[in-house]
C-alpha cells in the first residue's frame, strides 16, 4: 500500500498529505468538540449535583433528617459522606430522644414519689399536732384534776379535824338523838 504512495507525483502526495491533515483536522477538531460537550455536560451534571447536595444540607440544617441523600457511586466520597452523616444523626435524635422519654417517665416516677412522701409527712404533721393537743388535754386535765384532788383534800382533812373536835354525846342529846337534826345542825354551822 505504501508502494502506491511513493509513484505518486510530488504535487499529488502534497495533497494527499493535505487531505491527511484536513481529515485529521476534522477528527481532532470532533474530538475537541466531542470533549467540550461532554465536559459541558459533566459540568452542568456536576452543577445539578452540588445543587441538589446543597439543598440536602440546608434541609439537615434546618433539622429535616427525612431527607434522601443517594450518592452517585461507591466513589462518590461527598454523596457516601452526606448519607452515613444523615443516618447517624437520625440514630443519635432516636436516642436523644429515647432518652428525654426515660428521663420524663423518670420524672413522673419521682414526681408521684414525692407527692406521696409529701401527703405521708401532711399526715404525720396532723397525727404530731392532734397528738400534741390531746397530750395538752391531757395535761390540763390531770391539772385540775389534781387541784380538785388538792381541794378535796383540803376540804377532808378540815372535815376530819372539826369532826374530831366535835363531842357528839351532848349534841346528840341535846337534839334529842336524832342523826338528822345533828346533820342539819351541823351543816348550819360549817355552811356547807
Known amino acids: 500500500m505504501m508502494q502506491w504512495f511513493l509513484n505518486l507525483s510530488v504535487r499529488a502526495k502534497v495533497s494527499v498529505g493535505m487531505g491527511l491533515m484536513v481529515?485529521?483536522?476534522?477528527i481532532v477538531i470532533f474530538t475537541a468538540y466531542t470533549s467540550i460537550k461532554s465536559i459541558e455536560q459533566s459540568?452542568?451534571?456536576l452543577t445539578e449535583y452540588?445543587?441538589?447536595t446543597a439543598r440536602v444540607a440546608d434541609s439537615i440544617a434546618g433539622g429535616d433528617l427525612r431527607v434522601s441523600v443517594k450518592p452517585q457511586s461507591d466513589k462518590d466520597v461527598l454523596g457516601n459522606a452526606f448519607a452515613m452523616m444523615v443516618q447517624r444523626l437520625r440514630r443519635t435524635t432516636t436516642e436523644f430522644?429515647?432518652?428525654a422519654n426515660v428521663l420524663a417517665s423518670s420524672a413522673s416516677e419521682i414526681l408521684v414519689a414525692t407527692t406521696q412522701v409529701a401527703s405521708g409527712v401532711a399526715e404525720t404533721a396532723t397525727a404530731i399536732?392532734?397528738?400534741?393537743?390531746?397530750?395538752?388535754?391531757?395535761?390540763?386535765?390531770?391539772?385540775?384534776?389534781?387541784q380538785?384532788?388538792?381541794n378535796v383534800?383540803?376540804?377532808?382533812?378540815?372535815?376530819t379535824e372539826e369532826w374530831s373536835s366535835i363531842k357528839f354525846e351532848p349534841a346528840w342529846n341535846s337534839i334529842g338523838g336524832n342523826w338528822m337534826s345533828c346533820q342539819v345542825h351541823y351543816e348550819k354551822r360549817y355552811r356547807l
Open 43 to 45: 459540568q452542568t451534571g
Open 153 to 159: 383534800l383540803e376540804s377532808s382533812q378540815k372535815a
Open 50 to 52: 452540588l445543587k441538589e
Open 23 to 26: 481529515l485529521c483536522l476534522g
Open 129 to 146: 399536732s392532734e397528738t400534741t393537743t390531746t397530750v395538752e388535754e391531757v395535761r390540763q386535765t390531770g391539772h385540775i384534776s389534781s
Open 148 to 150: 380538785k384532788a388538792k
Open 97 to 99: 430522644a429515647e432518652g
